[in-house]
């Protein structure tokens, strides 16, 4: 699997899995009875693209998830930006999660409603330090790839 090394293409495909993130969404605000198959044939194809683009994502920003010790400085302080920029865009989804809570409480099945989109904005915010990463890293330096080039893996 090739990375991505532009933030073009980062870029892009932040877009996209913003995109999944958002018909996801929307499926299952729209999660009820007469709606209910046009919902899971939204919500299907877009998990399948903000899943896959998040996958993605998480291998073209770097090691999101290493250990602090295998990070250097500047590695360290974006992760840190990029976790505190998701941490407050999961608070911002935890308000809209409420609000719809309180919109779904007074129909019926207003608890498979409201766990259906928490379910929603839950994977939302998982990816979001990857979508910040994604969006604010520059460019890769090209000499740190070519520095190989012509040689054969032993």
């Known amino acids: ?33 007469p709606t209910l198959w046009f919902a899971v044939g939204l919500m299907g194809p877009g998990l399948c693209l903000c899943v896959g683009t998040a996958a993605v ?12 010790s295998d990070l ?15 941490f407050q865009g ?17 129909g019926p099945d207003s608890g498979s409603l409201l766990a259906a989109m928490t379910a929603a904005l839950l994977v ?11 969006w604010k890293l520059p460019d890769d330096d090209p000499e740190d790839y070519t520095d190989f080039e012509g040689v054969t893996p032993a």
């Open 72 to 86: 250097d400085e500047r590695e360290l302080h974006l992760r840190g930006r990029a976790h505190y920029s998701a």
């Open 57 to 68: 994502l998480r291998k073209a920003v770097g090691r999101p998830g290493s250990a602090a």
């Open 1 to 33: 699997m090739t990375v991505t090394r532009t933030r073009s293409d980062r870029r892009r495909l932040a877009v996209a899995a913003v995109i999944g993130h958002l018909v996801v969404i929307v499926g299952a605000a729209l999660l009820r009875e």
């Open 90 to 106: 999961i608070c911002l989804l935890m308000v809209v999660d409420l609000g719809y809570g309180l919109y779904a409480a007074g």
């Open 124 to 134: 939302f915010g998982t990816s979001l330090p990857a979508l910040w990463l994604a």
